[in-house]
C-alpha cells in the first residue's frame, strides 16, 4: 500500500469508538498526530489510557476519553456523550465508527439468542443511538463526516456479525439520504482489507501473518478521507 499523506486536522474534533486496539487505536493515533483533538470511546480504560499517551507522546492534542461499554448502552448513554461533547468542544467534525464484535461463528440453527441480541447491540444498535444524539453536534461542523466500518462477509455461519453489517450498509444509506441539505453531513462506509488484529487471529487461528497486514496503513487512509 502507497504511503498516505498526513493530513492536517488541526481543530476538528474526532470521535473514535472501539478506540482502545486494533483499527480503531490506529484510527484514534492517526487523527491525534495528524492534530485533531480525539474523543477516544471503548470500554477498557487501561487500553484507552495507553493511546491517549501514545498521541502525547508524539505532540498531538490531549484527547478525552469516554469510558463505555456498548453491550449494555442505552440512549440516555449517547445522550449524556453528545452533551460532554457540546460542553467541552461545541461541535464534532467526524465519528468513526469503528467498535465491533464478532459473536460465534455457528449455524443460524444453534445460535444462541442472547448472544445474538449482544452482537447486534454492538455491532448496529450501537451506531445508529450514537449516531442519532451527534447529529446536531456533526451539523455545527464546516464539513462534518460520517464513516462506519464495513465488512461484506454476509455468509454463512457468521450470524449475526454478518446481519448486523449488512444491516450498518443499509443505516449508512439511509442516512446519506436523509443528511442533505443547507448543512450536509457526509456519509461514507469503508471496507479495509484482511488486517493484523486480536479479532482476526480469534476468528481465522489458522491463517498466515503475511494473509493480512497492518492496520497503520489503512487508518491513515481512513483519516486522510476526513479531509479530501
Not at 10 to 19: D, E, I, K, P
Not at 137 to 147: I, T
Not at 210 to 227: K, T
Request: hydrophobic residues 45%; aromatic residues 6%; contains cysteine.
Amino acid at each position: 500500500m502507497t504511503p498516505t499523506p498526513s493530513p492536517d486536522l488541526g481543530g476538528r474534533t474526532v470521535l473514535v469508538t472501539g478506540a482502545g486496539a486494533g483499527l480503531g487505536a490506529a484510527l484514534a493515533f492517526a487523527a491525534g498526530r495528524a492534530g485533531a483533538e480525539v474523543i477516544l470511546l471503548g470500554r477498557t480504560v487501561r487500553k484507552l489510557e495507553s493511546v491517549h499517551d501514545r498521541i502525547v507522546d508524539v505532540g498531538g492534542p490531549q484527547p478525552a476519553i469516554l469510558p463505555l461499554d456498548l453491550e449494555g448502552a442505552t440512549p440516555d448513554d449517547y445522550s449524556d456523550i453528545a452533551n460532554r461533547i457540546d460542553e467541552q468542544c461545541g461541535r464534532l467534525d467526524a465519528l468513526i465508527h469503528n467498535a465491533a464484535i464478532t459473536g460465534p461463528l455457528t449455524p443460524l440453527e444453534q445460535y444462541p439468542p442472547l448472544e445474538w441480541m449482544r452482537v447486534m447491540q454492538v455491532n448496529l444498535n450501537a451506531p445508529a443511538f450514537l449516531t442519532q444524539a451527534c447529529i446536531p453536534l456533526l451539523r455545527k461542523a464546516p464539513a462534518p463526516r460520517l464513516l462506519f466500518i464495513g465488512d461484506q462477509r454476509v455468509q454463512a455461519y457468521w450470524g449475526a456479525y454478518g446481519v448486523a453489517k449488512a444491516g450498518l450498509d443499509a443505516l449508512a444509506t439511509m442516512l446519506e439520504q436523509e443528511l442533505t441539505g443547507s448543512r450536509p453531513i457526509r456519509v461514507e462506509t469503508y471496507y479495509p482489507a484482511p488486517m493484523r488484529t486480536d479479532m482476526r487471529v480469534q476468528n481465522f487461528p489458522g491463517a498466515l501473518p503475511e494473509e493480512a497486514g497492518p492496520v497503520e496503513p489503512i487508518a491513515a487512509e481512513l483519516v486522510a478521507r476526513l479531509v479530501d
